[in-house]
């Protein structure tokens, strides 16, 4: 059976690991990413180090890529990346990979990864339309229509994390690195106290500054999502993010604050769910499209 490399480029962590064409993994690992510290040519000697090892011990037929920032899909190259990974932005991996190791590479945006791996492995499976929403650090979104990542016209499409909502950016007010920083200030203490298990934790216990940054968040999401249906009418939101591991806590709050913005003629029609990937959505992903390209 073929095999195949895939690797994650996350802000924090590089997953890797080797699938087979039925999608399955025979091996996988992950290790630091330290974005601030190696910058874009640090990040990818790691990726060399990594696929080399694979080399040692498989012939893949390609080398699958799911990372963070914007990406030029054609020509596996990243357009713009934030400042959490210096030195990224126009670092051409698919040339680089491809002239290094002579094995055909492709490359996509994380998020539209966790959106391919939803669609044909997960919360989305064969729908005609869905959007992916990744709530972490920022707020990520993908579009999918019959399987299929829409780009939009220059490759930034479904930036959502940058829509302006009443009182600010939808990531500056709806991610989960927000929800630490709100319930520290209501509680009058030092955010890098506290991370997001302890607000869910004692949220549950039935603190009232926990549970206030919860809903506010909720509520963020649920307004955010409903302008996204308004004009792209998905048939199924797909939320995930490490946050999403509250599902039982969220999912009836989030449900409520959405139908609180959508008209019920669109509620009805519109599906909330949660992802089924977890941490390997950016490998099965980056899988599916390289898949999809060959």
């Known amino acids: 059976m073929k095999t195949y490399i895939c690797i994650d480029i996350g802000g924090t962590s590089i997953k890797y690991g080797i699938i087979k064409e039925n999608g399955k993994f025979l091996v996988t690992g992950e290790t630091p990413t330290e974005a601030m510290k190696c910058g874009g040519p640090g990040i990818m000697k790691k990726v060399e180090t990594i696929i080399e090892g694979f080399l040692k011990e498989y012939e893949p037929e390609g080398i699958c890529v799911s990372t963070a920032g914007m990406v030029d899909c054609e020509n ?29 590479c492709e490359v996509e945006n994380d998020v ?8 044909f492995n997960g919360a ?12 972490g650090t920022g707020i990520g979104g993908a579009i999918l229509i019959d399987g299929k990542v829409f780009h939009g016209f220059s490759g930034s499409g479904c930036e959502v994390g940058y829509m302006h909502l009443p009182g600010g950016e939808f990531q500056n007010m709806g991610a989960s690195s927000i929800l630490v920083k709100k319930t520290a200030e209501y509680k009058q203490i030092n955010p890098e106290s506290i991370n997001g298990k302890y607000v869910f934790e004692y949220a549950k216990k039935g603190d009232k500054d926990c549970i206030r940054a919860i809903e506010e968040m ?14 792209i009418n998905p ?8 946050i999403m591991a509250q599902r039982e806590y969220l999912k009836d709050k989030l449900r409520n604050s959405l139908d609180k913005y959508l008209i019920p003629s669109v509620a009805q029609h519109t599906r909330l769910e949660f992802a089924e990937n977890k941490n390997q959505a950016g490998m099965i992903g980056a899988f599916y499209h390289f898949k999809g390209r060959h």
């Not at 030195?87 to 002239?99: A, Q, V």
């Not at 539209?112 to 669609?119: D, I, V």
């Not at 989305?124 to 709530?135: D, F, Q």
């Open 218 to 231: 909720c509520d963020v999401l649920g307004m955010g999502i409903a302008n996204i249906c308004y004009v």
């Open 124 to 135: 989305s499976k064969e729908s005609k339309i869905s959007v992916c929403l990744t709530v």
């Open 76 to 104: 596996g190259k990243i357009v713009y990346a934030a400042p959490l990974i210096p030195n990224y932005t126009g670092t051409e991996i698919k040339k680089s990979l491809e002239e290094q190791f002579h094995l055909p």
């Open 235 to 242: 048939e199924v939101v797909v939320l995930g993010g490490g």
């Open 112 to 119: 539209n990864c966790a959106g391919l791996a939803e669609y």
